[in-house]
């Protein structure tokens, strides 16, 4: 795995990069499928042509909760290459992530992107995704989870 955090220059945008030597095909599965989700980062079920019902339940390897069930919009979806989603976070603008996955050299990349929305920091999005991202991996090669202590943001 290949670690690569940045922000842009107005801060406000987070982009992650990880690689892995699984096919882009077993990468996008691990992404999609709801079965596969759920080892990293939870389940969903299909709600109509364009939502799923998500439900995180990785928050509880952090010490959280499961969350209730949220609605989730597909904004761009091209199999193996592109995910785009809508997530609902309380009663602020969704926050809108993009999934970009590449081959290079043999290797899948994947490239993370969020735009932080109201009162976010960076900081603390970049830490919550690079711990997912890091779940994704594991799941990928079914080794241990990250532990979020490793990521979590000084207090």
Not at 70 to 91: A, H, K, Q, S, Y
Not at 118 to 123: E, K, Q, R, V
Request: charged content about 25%; some cysteine; glycine content about 8%.
């Amino acid at each position: 795995m290949t670690t690569d955090p940045q922000v842009e220059q107005d801060g406000r945008t987070v982009a992650l990069r990880r690689e892995w030597p699984d096919p882009i095909h077993d990468v996008w599965s691990a992404l999609t499928e709801s079965e596969r989700t759920a080892r990293w980062i939870g389940t969903w079920a299909p709600a109509t042509d364009t939502t799923v019902e998500f439900t995180m339940t990785g928050e509880v390897d952090a010490g959280g909760e499961v969350a209730p069930p949220v609605t989730v919009t597909i904004v761009e979806c091209d199999p193996p290459r592109r995910l785009v989603l809508d997530i609902p976070e309380g009663d602020g603008p969704p926050w809108r992530v993009a999934v970009t996955l590449t081959e290079e050299d043999g290797r899948t990349v994947l490239l993370f992107e969020q735009r932080v929305v109201g009162g976010l920091s960076p900081a603390d999005v970049e830490a919550g995704w690079s711990w997912y991202l890091d779940r994704l991996g594991a799941a990928l090669h079914d080794t241990a989870m990250p532990q979020w202590a490793d990521y979590a943001p000084a207090g």
